[in-house]
């Protein structure tokens, strides 16, 4: 299929409408009628558009080899392949990245969709991904994109000064890197996050936590919150269900807490894979031991997908036994994820224990969050609460 052009009007309407874009459900927010009504710029979209951009993180070896530094894999590249992610290619020597402004997911969410709870409640969050993922999730819900290659994806060409314009243009006060890996689209997020943070736009992700030091510690200077998929707590479940490993996801968390990153942790529970309640209790106080109480965890209702098509959806039961668990250890903000309607999408002060802020699916039906301070006793209720100055 060949290279069509639309206008930017024609991007953001059928944005809204969720025409062009490969998030799963569609989006609630409108696009504002102002935004882009010159018809003179024209934005690409193409199967297989690729745009490339040298890596920072990667190390030339004999023979024209490279090692990829961005990610925990440390893939041995040999010239003319790719790594794990499959987005990033060895050409000539020299590491490249496919996915840089070519994102195949572009879209306005509510931000309690990524999920946080914790984080400016009832705005719209501009939301992008590319092709490619570092892991293999066996549960993915956006497998047709993250396990698929740049070459055969919708990508649109979208610079990174045009994603902070258009979070600008339709109000949004943060931009997510999300439904994917956001490691693997690496180069992309950290210069749309340079751009925003000077714009006045927060930076924001939903990530495996799967990445190497040094380039998270300069992701950290310009990100605002992270939403982090802690999804177990043994090795062996890592290897299993994603071919990956614990222990670097568990050091990525850690540092973005000492880097003032605002951080929420997601535990997907499947049944008969990771929720046995002694394992949940583990990480519960690894969380209060080495995080604080007051870290958000969502424990999320699993649905069968991808590769977990023979597993039943997780019981409501088993959530909240894993909030029970959570709660009995001391953590003040546990939160049930994919029950709509349940009091535990509910934020509640940990002092007075009154509703601060109900929820119904994503939407918020009050706000008794004043300037980050429960609005009854006046306790300090961690979060991000107003936008950038």
């Known amino acids: 299929m060949g290279t069509q052009r639309l206008t930017r009007r024609e991007f953001l309407a059928n944005c809204g409408k969720g025409l062009f874009c490969l998030a799963l459900s569609t989006s609630p927010f409108a696009l504002s009628k102002e935004a882009y009504t010159s018809d003179k710029t024209r934005l690409e979209r193409a199967w297989g558009l690729v745009d490339t951009k040298l890596s920072p993180y990667f190390q030339p070896l004999a023979g024209n080899d490279v090692q990829c530094l961005l990610c925990p894999r440390t893939c041995v ?94 109000g949004c006060p943060t931009i997510a890197s999300t439904y994917v890996e956001p490691t693997i689209f690496f180069e992309y997020m ?52 994603a071919e990956g490993s614990l222990q670097p996801v568990l050091r990525t968390i850690k540092t973005l807490r000492q880097h003032g990153v605002h951080v929420e942790l997601v535990n997907l529970v499947i049944p008969t894979k990771n929720d046995d309640m002694q394992e949940v209790r583990q990480m519960c106080l690894w969380i209060k031991e080495e995080l604080g109480p007051h870290v958000p965890i969502h424990f999320t209702r699993f649905y069968p997908l991808y590769k977990l098509r023979n597993l ?15 709660l009995g250890v001391g953590l003040e903000y546990v939160y049930i994820g994919n029950v709509s309607g349940h009091e535990g999408e509910n934020t ?37 609460w107003q936008g950038a100055s």
Request: proline fraction near 8%.
């Open 77 to 170: 590249i040999s010239a003319g392949e790719r790594g794990y992610c499959e987005v990033r290619e060895n050409r000539k020597g020299k590491l490249f990245s496919l996915v840089y402004g070519n994102p195949c997911a572009v879209h306005i969410d509510p931000i309690e969709k990524k999920p946080f709870f914790h984080v400016l409640p009832a705005t719209p969050s501009l939301s992008i991904a590319t092709a490619g993922c570092n892991f293999d999730c066996k549960f993915c819900q956006n497998w047709e994109i993250s396990q698929e290659v740049p070459e055969r994806t919708l990508n649109f060409r979208l610079p990174p000064s045009l994603v902070v314009e258009l979070a600008k243009e339709n």
């Open 348 to 384: 509640y002060c940990p002092h007075c224990k009154k509703v601060l802020i109900p929820r119904l699916g994503y939407s918020i039906l009050a706000n008794n969050v004043i300037k980050g301070k429960c609005k009854y006793c006046g306790k300090d209720i961690p979060g991000i």
């Open 312 to 326: 039943p959806p997780t019981p409501v039961e088993t959530l909240e036994r894993a909030r029970a668990v959570a």
């Open 190 to 241: 950290y210069d749309i996050s340079v751009l925003a943070k000077k714009k006045g736009i927060l930076s924001v992700c939903h990530s495996n936590g799967y990445i190497n030091p040094q380039p998270l510690e300069n992701l950290c200077q310009y990100l605002a919150a992270a939403c982090i998929d802690l999804k177990g707590f043994t090795e062996k479940f890592y290897q299993e269900m």
